[in-house]
T-cell receptor, first 117, second 108 residues
């Protein structure tokens, strides 16, 4: 049973560049959430995608954007990279309950370590 | 704005001792999770607490949830070195809001 798969595992970019991170959810999950974890801090919610739409968004600038595909996989794009964007980016998949519309069963991927120089 | 606070932020404890990590949060939620994170690694799910009064135990760790007090605890019994890691609680408001983390170091 494949869990959540993220790629790449590590990435080094230069300030001002753009980056795309990818996430394949756990089999049977339909929702993908992205989190940013800076060194020494807890993960911060970026946004969540369900039915190919952005369902919720955290307090991140528009430089952070995303997409969900029909197969439920997702991409996180960051434009005009800043040094402060250096972090571990975590993807979590879950399943939305049809009656409650709440998320169940969060599963995290192994993350993408982004370094901006 | 929802706040999730953990204490202590850092815990250094001797093997064999007991201790409790506290997680306080500022909004109504009946779903709370505990995760473990080793340096440079992703999050490992430890406990899923889905109702008031929920108590779960796995090995030397036991977690509980009091939704009325907006408090969860993670109790460590007879600590061993392998438990050294950072522990996060996360409140589920249909997105996860993480606490500040507690860095646990267990020494002989």
């Amino acid at each position: 049973d494949a869990g959540v798969t993220q790629s790449p595992t590590h990435l080094i970019k230069t300030r001002g560049q753009q980056v795309t991170l990818r996430c394949s959810p756990k089999s049977g999950h339909d929702t993908v959430s992205w989190y940013q974890q800076a060194l020494g801090q807890g993960p911060q919610f970026i946004f969540q995608y369900y039915e190919e739409e952005e369902r919720q968004r955290g307090n991140f600038p528009d430089r952070f954007s995303g997409h969900q595909f029909p197969n439920y996989s997702s991409e996180l794009n960051v434009n005009a990279l800043l040094l402060g964007d250096s972090a571990l980016y975590l993807c979590a998949s879950s399943l939305v309950g049809q009656e409650t519309l709440k998320n169940y069963g969060y599963t995290f991927g192994s993350g993408t370590r982004l370094t901006v120089v | 704005e929802l706040k999730v606070e953990q204490n202590p932020l850092f815990l250094s404890m001797q093997e064999g001792k007991n201790y409790t990590i506290y997680c306080n949060y500022s909004t109504t939620s009946d779903r709370l999770y505990w995760y473990r994170q080793d340096p440079g690694k992703s999050l490992e799910s430890l406990f899923v607490l889905l109702s008031n009064g929920a108590v779960k135990q796995e090995g030397r760790l036991m977690a509980s949830l009091d939704t009325k007090a907006r408090l969860s605890t993670l109790h460590i019994t007879a600590a061993v070195h392998d438990l050294s890691a950072t522990y996060f609680c996360a409140v589920d408001t249909d997105k996860l809001i993480f606490g500040t983390g507690t860095r646990l170091q267990v020494f002989p």
